[in-house]
DNA sequence: ACCTGAACACCGTTCAAGT
DNA sequence: ACCTGAACACCGTTCAAGT
């Protein structure tokens, strides 16, 4: 009986694993202007000052926030064609790197700002590269050599984070009535509190990927043909 | 002489215009984090609450920059025979997509932070349409309709945007040495304070406009010829 | 038309000290 | 090992009032 205290409210000490946590639930709540370090310290029960013993700063924390957003990406659906294709090399390497990117949209949605979660602690260097470890692994089987997968990865990052990030910052403006003059003319629901997404957003997702898979497809099959120069 | 003071030194009354120029030049120089309204009013010799007259805020402030950081983008470089073949319908639209992306490019470069202020102006709707304008023109000669156009347009625009945001905040990361363990191996110029480049960025952005134009160039093929499933 | 002065309700971070 | 208390140096925005 010597761990808290004894049945009264205060004093819960907290781990790392906590903080992350309790940042987590305020990011998805209020999103990413709202997530201070103070607000979370209120949350904690805690003086804001006693953060800071367990992250150097808020981005430290952030970063870790970013990981564990992509963690998701872990449990990509795969058909059992898939999962059978996949110890043989050269598996359908298509459909495993679209579906790469979809959980990689997906994970990014399960959280309200998400997407620009992740791109910052990936552009500083801190975090979150799991995305881009999947995928470059996903494009390799197409024949192509790493450094060629890992900047094609790179892409479709960039790509999928600048699309999910345009759609949640829309879902935000929208639902805070900043919209303004045109691009918002559909009477759908009216408040998307749950993490939703725009109409047709999901297509023109579709499409960038394809055209991406496209694009390396056509690099692939340059690359195999005997000697056909690229125009 | 009923003008401003009779050669005294404050006292300097400012346009709309002037308060642009002025955070475009704090933005250029010290970065987003320190475009703060408080010291734009310092910097013009004025109180912030006097801002809050020419702009209803923050946001729209940061529009108005983003809008001004991609006008850039009209000054594409041409060749001459994307002049002459620009009047003639179906002109090489490869080519000219691929210039109206490194225009893009550029134009964002021009400033310090330029892809996450345009970025973030974009996906609120309050401006920087201009790019995605002149790319979805620029495509739709290859024989896309509107709406195709449009969002190829949007996904060379995102990749854009996301590829030079994390170049930029490489940038600056490096510059602050807030580097993490990796990612951070080259023994270059030791402080980027122009507003350079990474040094193999410019592969890797080619690598991307390459995937989706060539992504795009399958589509339209397999829209002109006859009948052929695509797979 | 353009600005001042003063206030409101906040921020992230540091650091000595406590248990 | 984990936290308090107090302080430092800031934020964006509002609003009555001035010229």
Not at 66 to 78: G, K, N, T, W, Y
Not at 164 to 189: I, K
């Amino acid at each position: 009986m010597t761990q808290p205290g004894s049945g009264a409210a205060k004093a819960a000490r907290h781990t790392r694993e906590d903080v992350v946590v309790a940042a987590l639930g305020i990011l998805d709540q209020y999103g990413l202007a709202d997530l201070t370090m103070r607000r979370l310290a209120a949350i904690l029960d805690v003086q804001p000052s006693a953060l800071y013993w367990h992250f150097a700063n808020k981005q430290t924390l952030l970063a870790s926030i970013a990981d564990r957003i992509v963690e998701r990406v872990r449990f990509v659906p795969q058909t059992d064609d898939e999962l059978t294709a996949a110890s043989v090399t050269g598996g359908q390497w298509q459909g495993a790197t679209r579906a790469e990117a979809y959980a990689l949209r997906d994970a990014l949605l399960a959280f309200r700002d998400g997407a620009e979660v992740v791109s910052s602690a990936l552009a500083l260097g801190l975090g979150a590269a799991l995305p881009i470890t999947r995928l470059t692994a996903s494009i390799r089987p197409g024949g192509f050599d790493r450094r060629t997968s890992g900047i094609a990865a790179a892409a479709i990052v960039h790509f999928v984070l600048g699309h999910v990030s345009h759609e949640q910052q829309r879902l935000q403006a929208d639902s805070l009535g900043v919209v303004a003059e045109a691009a918002s003319a559909n009477p759908t629901s009216a408040h998307p509190t749950t993490a939703g997404s725009v109409p047709q957003a999901v297509e023109s997702f579709e499409f960038g990927i394809s055209l991406l898979i496209a694009g390396l497809d056509v690099q692939h099959r340059q690359a195999s043909e005997p000697t056909t120069k690229p125009v």
